[in-house]
């Protein structure tokens, strides 16, 4: 790990946003990389906390920021593109930055160009790690590790500038690197995070879930995990997201009618062929057989 982190080159590392996200990045360089750790917190007192800790060996600021060989920013979608465009003149010659927005097809669209502009280069990223609490209080150097983290470089970008992303990112211990379109990212981020998000955030509300002390176990536990969600960043998150949300949804309602029916009608028959299509699908997705 030490010697693909040193082919990188990074002195400095620049956090921006000190959240669960952040944090971790910013403990896992700390504690895995021989590098400089700046980082910077819309709360001042989190950079505060994270400097008397040690995490942080300075604060990133406007001065600071082209010292950086590395920046990652780690805010909500909407704000990872104006903090990019409003330092783009500040970025390090042949920097680079990564993003960890949850989608890609607009920060992408809006920081590739100015990435160009301005000498520095930009690849989307996505750590697929995360924890159903947020907050500095809560990040961990061990966070990314064996977790897959999803690359999204520009077309035309040079395939040694995704190794030297990957050397860059070492120190995370990330167990595989994804590289994908921005167009791919977002609609399977649809289907495997999104989607997920709102069903266990709906489930919870039948009126049943108040009596179910005593009757629940692991697969309500599963179930719920994601419901104890960040309302205002996922509802940024899935109406930017939304035509790839609303597939689907669609697509989900539709198969849960197809069980309902089966029960309305007492047709044991289709239910069964229902619950083996399921069944088959997963076996086939994850690669194990049954009898």
Not at 22 to 48: F, I, P, W
Not at 111 to 140: C, Q, R, W
Request: charged share 25%.
């Amino acid at each position: 790990m030490d010697t693909d982190f040193n082919s990188a080159n990074i002195k400095t590392v620049g956090i921006v946003g000190l959240g669960l996200i952040g944090g971790s990045y910013a403990k896992a360089y700390h504690t895995y990389a021989d590098c400089r750790v700046l980082g910077c917190n819309r709360t001042h007192a989190v950079t505060e906390k994270a400097l008397a800790e040690g995490v942080l060996d300075g604060e990133l600021t406007e001065d600071t920021l082209p010292d950086c060989d590395l920046v990652i920013v780690t805010l909500y979608p909407g704000a990872i593109i104006d903090y990019v465009t409003e330092n783009a003149a500040r970025f390090k010659k042949d920097s680079l930055v990564i993003d960890a927005g949850g989608l890609k097809r607009n920060i992408c669209a809006g920081l590739f160009p100015v990435a160009k502009e301005n000498g520095f280069f930009f690849i989307g990223g996505h750590p697929m790690a995360g924890k159903h609490v947020s907050g500095y209080d809560y990040s961990t150097g061990e966070l990314f590790r064996n977790a897959s983290m999803i690359l999204v470089p520009d077309t035309d970008t040079d395939p040694a500038l995704l190794t030297r992303a990957e050397a860059a990112l070492a120190p995370c211990q990330f167990g595989k690197f994804t590289v994908c379109t921005p167009e791919r990212h977002d609609a399977m981020i649809a289907f495997t995070s999104e989607l997920a998000h709102i069903v266990s955030n709906a489930y919870v509300k039948s009126p049943t879930a108040r009596q179910h002390d005593g009757f629940s176990a692991g697969s309500y536990r599963d179930l719920t995990r994601v419901a104890f969600l960040n309302e205002t960043m996922w509802t940024e998150i899935f109406m930017e997201n939304r035509d790839c949300l609303i597939f689907e949804l669609n697509s989900i309602i539709h198969s849960l009618e197809e069980y309902r029916d089966a029960m309305e009608k007492k047709d044991s028959e289709a239910l069964w062929q229902l619950l083996h299509e399921g069944k088959l699908a997963k076996e086939e997705i994850d690669g194990f057989y049954t009898n």
